[in-house]
């Protein structure tokens, strides 16, 4: 299969101060046989969009990380390329940016062609990051403010920014973004779980905090009779519960209780014990030691640890391991207990 090489035409997507720039794009891989065939193509900058809306998950990558570095830089402690075909192969799509005094559309462009990295487009920014700062307007701020904005408005899923500037998380946490380094990239890319996590979050809130849907007429807003009210309070009033039903997410729990916007890590007992290849073994000590991991991540990342209760015995017992968000009973439960009680009430009249 030869090289398919797309020339993109220029077009543009202004929006404010940001200016969506669709770079030229090249196939992953080389041809074997050296055949290469060259297409044509005008796709604007709304187009480009609507693809990225179907995508999982799609990471800003700092143009920095991939344009040639000074020599008198020291070289970063994990290679930023890795990190970023690393995060390719975990299914991540990629927007590269720029914040420059120049445009350098055509050096970022080149780069990607040198390494060839996958398909992505390129935001410039015609500022330097110290002009920035010097109007008190930071580089986290700035992207929660503009970039990420407008690309979820749009229903590009943003989930983080890959970049050395700034690690300021906690500004980034507050818009449900992460800011990672290349070695933080590489480590969350393999990290599926936290990911999954993460995308819940985000599907929970109405942007530019997440990516849920905006519909008026439904049950939660009155079926549009309060919609507007509903629509500026909905973020705010949240709770995001993430279940753990596998042993790869028990060994997971503690990056899931890090990510910012999930509330609760909500144990299936049945389905995990099932998964252990230990049955309704509620008190096997693997299944005992697996619960422990659990309320601990959630106590150390100030999250709730939650569990479906086989049967009221365990209430005790599970409130003293740390769980605080508890099921117990069922609406089926409650309804086929009833039911026995009535007739077993009623068995001695039978003739």
Known sequence: MGLRVIGLGNAILRDDAVGLHVAREVARRLPPDGDVEVLELEVGGFALMEAMSGCDAVVLVDAELILPRPTDQ???????????????????????????????????????????????????????EE??????????????????????????????????????TERS?????????????????????????????AAMRYPPEGIRGVARFNRACGFGQDFDTYF????????????????????????????????????????????????????????EQAMDRVAAACRRHGKAAGILLPKLDFLASWIAKGFTFLVVGSDGGCVA???????????????
């Open 173 to 201: 946490r507050k818009g449900y973004v992460d800011i990672m380094s290349p070695k933080e990239a590489i480590e969350r890319a393999l990290g599926g779980f936290a990911r999954e996590a993460e995308q819940a979050a």
């Open 74 to 128: 020291a070289p970063p402690e994990v290679a930023p390329i890795d990190a970023l075909r690393t995060l390719v192969d975990e299914g991540f799509e990629l927007v590269y940016f720029d914040i420059h005094e120049k445009n350098r559309d055509a050096l970022i462009h080149d780069a990607i062609l040198q390494q060839r990295l996958p398909p992505g487009a390129i935001m410039v920014y015609s500022a330097l």
């Open 131 to 168: 002009e920035l700062r010097g109007i008190n307007v930071g580089f986290v701020d700035m992207f929660a403010t503009s970039a990420i904005r407008r690309l979820r408005g749009r229903g590009v899923p943003v989930t983080s920014v890959l970049t050395s500037r700034d690690t300021d």
């Open 337 to 351: 207990g009833g039911l026995k009680s009535l007739a077993a009430a009623c068995s001695q009249y039978k003739k």
């Open 232 to 287: 500026k309070q909905a973020n705010d009033h949240l709770l995001t519960v993430v279940q753990i039903e596998t042993k790869e997410s028990v060994e997971r729990a503690e990056e899931i209780a890090a990510v910012a916007g999930v509330d609760v890590l909500f144990v299936g007992p049945l389905d995990l014990s099932v998964n252990m290849n230990m049955a309704q073994e509620f008190e096997h000590p693997e299944f």
